[in-house]
Structure formats: C-alpha cells, structure tokens
C-alpha cells in the first residue's frame, strides 16, 4: 500500500526508522507498513555526522534500500540540501529512488553542528515558503508526499508558539503533513489542537522528548509517528556489547544454537531460500 494511502486511514501509521538495506528489512519483517531513513541515522552509519551528509549519500542509501523493500519508504530530505535552486533536484533525485515521502526543514544551510547541542538556526518563513511551494510544484506524483518540518520552538526558552505558528503557514499552502518537536507533554498536546494539518510526531529516543506509545499519540490527535533514532542506537549497543565481550573473554558470547539461529534468519530476511528455490528449479 502507498504511504499516501495509508495516511488517509483511520489510525496512526507507525514508522520505524532503518539506516541500510538490512535494516529495512527488518522493519519490514517485523510487520510494520512503512519505514524511514533519517539524517542522523544515516550521518551516524556512515561516520560522517547528519550536518555532513549529503544528498548524494541519502540518494545512493535510499536507492539500495528500495531494491529489495516491499514497503514504502520515507526520508529526512534536510533543509533541501541547499537553497531554493537545490530544491528541484532534491525533490526529483529522492523521487526517483522510490521513497514516497520527504520531509523538508527550515534550518540554515548548511547545517550547523551546534544543532546537535540544540542551538538552532532557521531561515525565514518567506524562504521556507518558497521552497516548500517549489517541492509541491515539481514533485512527479502526488502520492509523492511533501512534509513541512519546523524546528521553530526548539531553542532553550524559545516559546512553542514559534512552531505553531509557522507549521501553521507551512500547512497553508498545501503541503501533504507537518512535522514539529514538543520538548514536553503540554507541548505534546498543544500542537494537534492548534496546527491545521496532519501531524508527524518525531519519536527521538534518546534526546529527551516525550515518547507516548502510538495509541497515546493517536488519541491526541497525531497522524504519523517515526522512530528515527532507535535503530542505529541499537545496532550500536548490540555490537560494541559483543565486542566488548570478545575483547575481554576471547569469545562473543553467542552459543552456536544462536548463532545457527539468527544466521538462518537473516537469510530468510535477504530472501536467500527464494534464491535456493529458483537455482532448484532452473537446475531441473
């Protein structure tokens, strides 16, 4: 089923994050109709930090996770990865891959590291305008989805209102849904009351927010909910774990029933029993 589709359900689309192909996968497997492959993931997996990554390297991502994906995947498309000139290419490159949604943020190009301490820098909203207004006009498909992110509100003592207000004008002009940053539960209710369009709560564990369950955000009044760090945070802590045994102990810790156990399930998930079957019958 289309991204675009399943938002017009009734219910909450939970959207599990991934960082490469494997990943994808998983989240697949594991059942869910959709996944997301953000910056920071992605800036983490190839050690060059989210500020440092660029279009190329999300485009080259994206494109190797679609190849084996039957779910739809949507992608952190930065502040457009330039000014209002890049934005054409950004939307049309991503498109291309097969991803079915962007979403586009109003930070400062390029982007700071000092947004990872939570020091943010925004453009106007005359700029943003803009570039979201390009995104909608040059995508191919409207089942293309284009997200307005506001990091508006984000800064220490900034009024959430900042984000209200521009999410607001975001929603103004047309975009398919918008994405803002609660820093607290009241904040976490405020934004379904007072912003106009379909919400995406970005469920960022590890870096303090809030983290209702799906039925919680549901009930609040939310449309979509992502989960954008928890993969790479996972895989990070499973491997340095097991390494840190080897390290330490000369062996990782795995039995071999559970190592011949997940083996056999990671070639279930890259689909190597579909290749056995095929190679059986053309050998026939």
């Not at 109003?106 to 947004?115: C, L, M, T």
């Not at 009930?219 to 996972?234: D, E, F």
């Not at 102990?249 to 071999?256: A, E, R, T, V, Y």
């Amino acid at each position: 089923m289309k991204l675009s589709d399943l938002i017009k359900d009734e219910g909450i689309v939970v959207v599990p994050g991934c960082y490469d192909p494997l990943t994808a996968k998983i989240v697949e497997n594991c059942g869910f109709k959709a996944t997301y492959l953000g910056g920071w993931a992605a800036g983490a997996h190839l050690t060059v930090t989210e500020p440092m990554t660029t279009l190329t390297d999300m485009v080259d991502l994206a494109r190797k996770i679609n190849v084996n994906l039957n779910i739809p995947l949507m992608i952190d498309g930065a502040a457009a990865f330039g000014n209002l000139a890049a934005v054409t290419r950004t939307v049309r490159e991503i498109e291309l891959t097969g991803v079915q949604a962007i979403h586009i943020e109003d930070q400062v190009v390029p982007k700071r590291a000092h947004y990872h301490k939570g020091v943010i820098d925004l453009i106007s909203p005359r700029e943003m305008v803009q570039k979201l207004e390009k995104a909608l006009e040059v995508r191919k498909s409207k089942d293309f989805l284009i997200i307005g992110r506001t990091d508006a509100g984000r800064n220490k003592e900034e009024p959430f209102e900042n984000a209200i207000e521009r999410a607001n004008i975001y929603a103004s002009i047309g975009v398919d849904m918008v994405m803002v940053f609660p820093r607290n539960m009241d904040e976490v209710r405020m934004a379904p009351e007072k912003i106009t369009a379909p919400l995406v709560y970005v469920a960022s564990e590890g870096l303090g927010r809030p983290i209702p369950t799906p039925a919680e955000l549901q009930q609040l009044g939310y449309k979509m909910v992502i989960y954008p760090l928890t993969p790479i945070l996972a895989a990070f802590q499973s491997v340095r774990n097991v390494y840190t045994t080897l390290k330490q102990n000369g062996k990782s810790g795995f039995s071999q029933e559970e190592t011949a156990r997940l083996s056999a399930e990671v070639l279930e998930i890259i689909s190597i029993p579909e290749l056995i079957k095929l190679e059986e019958e053309s050998y026939q």
